[in-house]
T-cell receptor, first 115, second 112 residues
Framework: EPEVTQTPSHQVTQMGQEVILRCVPISNHLYFYWYRQILGQKVEFLVSFYNNEISEKSEIFDDQFSVERPDGSNFTLKIRSTKLEDSAMYFC?????????????FGEGSRLTVL | SQQGEEDPQALSIQEGENATMNCSYKTSINNLQWYRQNSGRGLVHLILIRSNEREKHSGRLRVTLDTSKKSSSLLITASRAADTASYFCATDGGNQGGKLIFGQGTELSVKP
C-alpha cells in the first residue's frame, strides 16, 4: 500500500541551526501538508501546498519556516534558525483531493529536538 | 476558542467492552474525520463523515454527527487490546483547502 515516508525519523540540533525535514508524499497525490505535534499536545496545522505554491499557512508558519518541492517526489520543510520551542514531532501528509473528500495520509513523523 | 474538543481525555476499558469518544467543534464544517495515533507514530485515517450524513459505519467503528449540536461521537465496539491508541477528531472548519483542525484527543487504553 502506498505510504508517505519521512526522513529523518529523529533529529537533534542546536538552537539557531537550520534543519531540513524531508517527505516523499504518495505519488499521485496533489496536495501536501506539514503539521506538528508538541509532546502531549494536539496536532497543529502548519502549511498546505498545491500546484507548487503555498495555499494556506498558519500563524505558526512564520518567516523562519519554508517549504519546497525541489523535484517531482520530495516535499521539504526548512526551519532556518531553530528555537527551543520548535521541538516537536513534524508530520507530513498528502491527499489526492482537498475539500469535502479530503482524507489525509500521514507519514510516521520526524521528531525534532532543539537543544 | 478551540475546534474539535474530545472527551473524555482518557478512557480505560476491558477488552470486549465498547468505547465511546465524543468530539465537539465550533465552526461550520464540510466533513469531520477521526484519526488514530499509536504512541509515537503517525496518524491513521479511520473514517470521514460529511456534514449531510448523520451516521456512518466501518467495521467495528460507528460515527455519528449532529451538526445542530456541533458534535460527533466515535464508538468502537468489542474493543481489543490492539485498539489502545489516541483518537482524534478533525474538522475542515468549513474550508475547501484541505487544512484540518484537530482536537486534543482521547487516549484509549484497552486492558486484556
Amino acid at each position: 500500500e502506498p505510504e508517505v515516508t519521512q526522513t529523518p525519523s529523529h533529529q537533534v540540533t542546536q538552537m539557531g541551526q537550520e534543519v531540513i525535514l524531508r517527505c516523499v508524499p504518495i505519488s499521485n497525490h496533489l496536495y501536501f501538508y506539514w503539521y506538528r505535534q508538541i509532546l502531549g499536545q494536539k496536532v497543529e496545522f502548519l502549511v498546505s501546498f498545491y500546484n507548487n505554491e503555498i495555499s494556506e499557512k498558519s500563524e505558526i508558519f512564520d518567516d523562519q519556516f519554508s517549504v519546497e518541492r525541489p523535484d517531482g517526489s520530495n516535499f521539504t520543510l526548512k526551519i532556518r534558525s531553530t528555537k527551543l520551542e520548535d521541538s516537536a514531532m513534524y508530520f507530513c501528509a498528502s491527499s489526492q483531493t482537498s475539500g469535502i473528500t479530503g482524507e489525509l495520509f500521514f507519514g510516521e513523523g520526524s521528531r525534532l529536538t532543539v537543544l | 476558542s478551540q475546534q474539535g474538543e474530545e472527551d473524555p481525555q482518557a478512557l480505560s476499558i476491558q477488552e470486549g467492552e465498547n468505547a465511546t469518544m465524543n468530539c465537539s467543534y465550533k465552526t461550520s464544517i464540510n466533513n469531520l474525520q477521526w484519526y488514530r495515533q499509536n504512541s509515537g507514530r503517525g496518524l491513521v485515517h479511520l473514517i470521514l463523515i460529511r456534514s449531510n450524513e448523520r451516521e456512518k459505519h466501518s467495521g467495528r467503528l460507528r460515527v455519528t454527527l449532529d451538526t445542530s449540536k456541533k458534535s460527533s461521537s466515535l464508538l468502537i465496539t468489542a474493543s481489543r487490546a490492539a485498539d489502545t491508541a489516541s483518537y482524534f477528531c478533525a474538522t475542515d472548519g468549513g474550508n475547501q483547502g484541505g487544512k484540518l483542525i484537530f482536537g486534543q484527543g482521547t487516549e484509549l487504553s484497552v486492558k486484556p
